[in-house]
């Protein structure tokens, strides 16, 4: 077993080839923090909804230095290696097409035995989701080295670009609501009045207001622009979420040749 730290600078450390070996590495179940109501003289609550907790993850390690000199240095890019006055991507090796995102969630302490050191490190996944490595824009195969078995892809053809008014995009994790995770929609083409419907969850965004060929729109998040400047107060406020499995969309207003493509990972439990 292996553990790797990506950095958000794009700094990858494998621990294994810096001399640290992984034992373990434990992920908590999902806890959940719920909602609740109630009403004087009616039996139990009322159920106002439930969202997730962070996750806990305890990766226990020891690592093998040369010599004595070797170790203290071993030990210090270590703490280098797992700062965490910003957050950073850890992987494991048993699941390599999923990341989490962490930070440290206490001091820790490496409890030398000559030439070797012990230690646990407990860190804090605030998303609750282990994510995919990949997003749907990269290659959908295996020889990519970004996915693995597990992750709900399917065998058939999935497109995330398309070029006409009725199509459907999957989503091979949880529900993905742009307010908390991800989810860039970019439509370049003419159109008057764009209409982008998800028939599957409901949601319809319009954008009062044209464009040319030319043009860009991109809807990152809960913003909307159009050649980098935005929209938004020309929308009708409203957001696109994807549902697990298949979503079925359709666009109006659109004029002549476009493109539409969605960019985003999917996340898992």
Same mark, same amino acid.
Request: proline fraction near 2%; charged fraction near 20%; aromatic fraction near 14%.
């Given at each position: ?35 609740? *109501? ?8 009322? *159920? ?18 040369? /010599?004595?000199? *070797? ?24 699941? =390599? ?59 058939? /053809? ?19 609501? =742009?307010?908390?995770? =991800? ?13 982008? #419907? ?14 040319? #060929?030319? *043009? ?54």
């Amino acid at each position: 077993m292996n553990t790797t730290i990506e950095r958000l600078d794009g700094m990858i450390y494998d621990f294994s080839a810096l001399g640290i070996i992984t034992r373990d590495f434990i992920i908590s179940a999902p806890s959940y923090r719920h909602s609740t *109501d109630f009403v004087e003289g009616r039996h139990g609550l009322i *159920d106002l909804g439930t969202n997730y907790n962070a996750r806990s993850i305890v990766i226990d390690c020891y690592l093998k230095a040369v /010599d004595i000199g *070797d170790y203290a240095l071993l030990r210090d890019e270590l703490f280098k290696i797992l700062q965490s006055n910003e957050a950073f991507y850890v992987i494991e090796s048993r699941n =390599p097409g999923k990341r989490w995102f962490v930070k440290v969630d206490n001091q820790f302490e490496i409890n030398q035995i000559g030439v070797y050191g012990l230690f646990q490190i407990n860190l804090k996944a605030y998303r609750a989701f282990a994510e995919s490595i990949g997003t749907t824009l990269d290659p959908l195969t295996f020889d990519a080295n970004l996915w693995q078995v597990g992750q709900g892809l399917i065998a058939e /053809d999935l497109k995330y670009k398309h070029n006409a008014n009725t199509f459907s995009i999957y989503n091979a994790g949880e529900k993905i609501d =742009p307010r908390s995770l =991800p989810l860039k929609i970019t439509y370049q083409g003419a159109s008057n009045n764009l209409e982008i #419907s998800n028939l599957t969850t409901g949601d319809t965004w319009k954008y009062t207001g044209i464009s040319n #060929s030319n *043009d860009r729109i991109i809807l990152d998040g809960i913003r909307s622009t159009k050649n980098n400047l935005s929209i938004f107060r020309n929308t009708n406020k409203r957001l696109i979420s994807l549902n697990p499995g298949w979503n079925k969309f359709i666009l109006n207003g659109t004029s002549g040749g476009f493109e539409i493509s969605f960019d985003f990972r999917f996340y898992y439990l």
